[in-house]
């Protein structure tokens, strides 16, 4: 009997900011964001990612405070609930401070460039940390999206990314605690996160479980612009998303981190049905 392999796991995004480029605004208020959360477990998500900074292109910073007190009161009550909760934060005193309100995983875009004080606190707590390639941050981390060295978009966030996990390992986080993302749309155009996802071989030889964030991004927009050039609004950028997620399952990926978890439900449930065995590689 062939292996089958363990389902993709859903984490569903709850984004608590008023300036997140396809919901914020939305959860600002705790009450809004928990009900979101746990309207997202009921359509499935094994996880959720709370989320107190945007990070999108251009983005300004919170005050730390203004992040403390937009994510923890909803953290802890969605963990109270029964949750399986991630923090996505770049800031040590937000990771100590989400996980213990109950998050159990700690999601850093930054793979602890933006503050290397985040590792001690994932290896002191023992907690699950995604460790995403990033560059800058958003104010002006379009700049940075070059990649004209050999091997080109590929080699470079693979050798960035196992400088990453040179310093998680110094920190003394134990390997089975670290997860792995492309960080797509990161310091990075269409072509290249194409090109990232395509085949993610090359992610897979790192030996971690990987996570992808292609929800509503960008390149999505892009992909499906009218004639004119417009992007196609964030809202209708759905289908082209299942395709993705279809594919990561194919490619072997652990989760994927997503707005709408019942269309991302949906999709698996087809490729569930079509590849009984698992992930096709
Ligand atoms: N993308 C965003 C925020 N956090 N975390 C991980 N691990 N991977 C991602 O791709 C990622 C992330 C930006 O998207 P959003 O503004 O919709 O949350």
């Known amino acids: 009997m ?17 300036d997140s480029f396809s919901d914020g605004g939305r959860f600002l208020h705790a009450d809004a964001a928990v009900a979101h959360g746990l309207r997202l477990v009921a359509e499935g998500a094994d996880l959720l990612d709370i989320g107190g900074e945007s990070t999108r292109p251009g983005a ?3 005050l730390v405070e203004e992040e403390l007190a937009r994510v923890v009161p909803v953290i802890r009550e969605l963990a109270a609930a029964g949750a399986v909760v991630s923090v996505d934060t770049m800031r040590a005193e937000v990771a100590a401070a989400a996980v213990a309100a109950g998050a159990t995983i700690v999601n850093d ?3 602890g460039l933006a503050d290397p004080a985040i590792l001690d606190v994932v290896a002191g707590t023992g907690v699950t940390y995604v460790a995403m390639h990033w560059r800058a941050h958003g104010s002006h981390m379009d700049d940075f999206a070059r990649y004209d060295g050999p091997g080109g978009v590929v080699a470079a966030v693979r050798a ?65 612009a009218g004639p004119d050039g417009t992007p196609r609004p964030v809202g209708e950028r759905e289908n082209a998303h299942a395709a993705v997620v279809l594919h990561c399952a194919g490619q072997g990926v652990w989760g994927m981190r997503v707005h709408d978890v019942r269309a991302t439900r949906d999709a698996l449930a087809a490729y569930a049905a079509l590849h009984p065995t698992g992930a096709l590689r």
């Open 160 to 224: 960035e990314l196992g400088e990453r996990l040179e310093a998680i390992a110094a920190a003394g986080i134990a390997e089975h605690q670290v997860i792995l993302d492309p960080g797509l749309g990161f310091a990075k155009v269409g072509e290249h996160n194409w090109t990232l996802l395509r085949d993610l071989g090359w992610l897979r030889e790192l030996g971690f479980p990987i996570l992808v964030g292609a929800s509503r991004k960008t390149f999505l927009g892009r992909l499906l």
């Open 60 to 62: 300004t910073r919170p």
């Open 109 to 111: 875009v930054s793979g």
């Open 2 to 18: 062939p292996e089958v392999p363990e389902p993709m796991r859903v984490m569903g995004i709850v984004n608590v900011t008023p």
